[in-house]
């Protein structure tokens, strides 16, 4: 009998990986939506907004991004946002059909009192029925275990690329620092966010030894999030060649092959990418995304957009925990 293709595995090998980004198109998308039907529903669509709540000024120097105080980008450093202006993005959040609320900061790591502000924010979030996902760079096992005891759901922290390629786009930060987030917001019982960027200059074997780290972790990560480059002027990467459609495509496809269960997120870069683009992304097994105008400091599709968007395929936005708690 041959081995059950939706099996849940963590002994990927290179050799597979490569194949499966080899297989002829309609192959791959095929075997990626069987996978994807033998743990989900065909249609649905899990969405989650996201908040800047401490915008630039980082000191790391991630190549891609336009939030670090190396590059002259048009994103200004700002405070951490009050309480108040948290509570009424939420609102506005849930009120539109976002189920998830992800609050990002850019920071290489959150200190003392900034983590305490965050908790209370949590708290406030996580009160209003909706899950709760914070990316504030690094955490120890202290700061993921304050996090989780604020009610966090989902904590976001990624890969980004693969180890070999790593040191070409981050030097301020290690990829086994990663892994050791990785492992302390595990250890202290949330679900994980962790997924990277397509369109970074990486070879396609990068791609696909990055989701092979991410398969062949002790768990697969809950959400796989799959990031094309947004470009931003100033950055580094301003200018990189743009990634073919059908290879990200086939990145996802591969993402949904090696892992199963979980939810991937066709996450930046929708706002570059046509109605049909987006269509084969959900063929090849992407169930997530963001949803609302604005990412952290870049443009998303508006929500109408998204609305005709979901009509035109026929999907339906996944029921969230308050749903779930309240089926009236
Ligand atoms: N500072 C924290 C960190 O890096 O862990 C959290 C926020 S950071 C903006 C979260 C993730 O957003 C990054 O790891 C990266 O994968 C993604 N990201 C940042 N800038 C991007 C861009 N221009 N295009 C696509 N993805 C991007
Ligand atoms: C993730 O993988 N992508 C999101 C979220 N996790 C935090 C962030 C995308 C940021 C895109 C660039 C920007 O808007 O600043
Ligand atoms: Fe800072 Fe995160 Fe941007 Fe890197 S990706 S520069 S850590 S905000």
């Known amino acids: 009998m041959s081995p059950d293709p939706a099996a849940i595995r963590h002994d990927w090998q290179a050799e597979e990986v490569a194949q499966l980004f080899a297989l002829p198109f309609n192959d791959l998308l095929f075997r990626a939506q069987s996978v994807h039907r033998a743990h989900f529903p065909a249609n649905t669509v899990q969405v989650s907004t996201l908040l800047s709540i401490k915008t630039g000024g980082c000191p790391e120097d991630c190549k ?8 002259d980008t048009p994103v200004a450093a700002d405070p951490l946002l009050e309480l108040e202006a948290v509570r009424e993005a939420a609102q506005a959040a849930r009120d539109a059909g976002a189920t998830r609320f992800c609050m990002g900061a850019a920071w290489r790591s959150p200190r003392g009192r ?6 209370e924010m949590i708290r406030e979030v996580r009160d209003m029925g909706l899950e709760t996902c914070a990316t504030l760079g690094m955490l120890d096992a202290e700061q993921a275990a304050t996090l989780r005891e604020a009610g966090l759901d989902y904590y976001n922290h990624n890969l980004d690329t693969s180890e070999a ?8 930060r290690s990829y086994q620092d990663r892994l050791d987030t990785l492992r302390n917001v ?3 019982g949330m679900n994980v966010c962790c997924g990277g960027i397509v369109g970074l200059g990486e070879s396609r074997v990068d791609r696909a030894e990055m ?9 697969h990560p809950e959400s796989v999030p799959i990031n094309q480059l947004v470009q931003v002027e100033g950055t580094p990467l301003a200018g990189a060649e743009a990634v073919d459609p059908i290879e990200f495509v086939r990145t996802l496809a591969v993402a949904r092959i ?7 997120r066709l996450s930046a870069g929708r706002e570059s990418m046509s109605d049909e683009t987006q269509a ?13 105008e604005k990412l ?3 443009d998303n599709p508006g929500t109408d957009a998204d609305r005709q968007l979901f009509q035109r395929l026929g999907l339906v936005p996944e029921a969230g925990k308050a749903a779930a708690a309240d089926p009236a």
């Open 114 to 119: 900034q983590l305490q502000r965050v908790a």
């Open 296 to 298: 952290l400091t870049t």
């Open 186 to 188: 595990r250890d202290a």
């Open 258 to 264: 090696l892992m199963p269960a979980s939810h991937v």
């Open 64 to 71: 891609y991004c336009p939030q670090s105080v190396h590059y």
């Open 211 to 219: 989701l092979r780290t991410l398969a062949n972790l002790p768990e």
């Open 280 to 292: 084969l992304c959900f063929l090849a097994g992407a169930n997530s995304i963001f949803y609302g």
């Open 165 to 172: 390629f790593y040191g070409e786009i981050i030097t301020t």
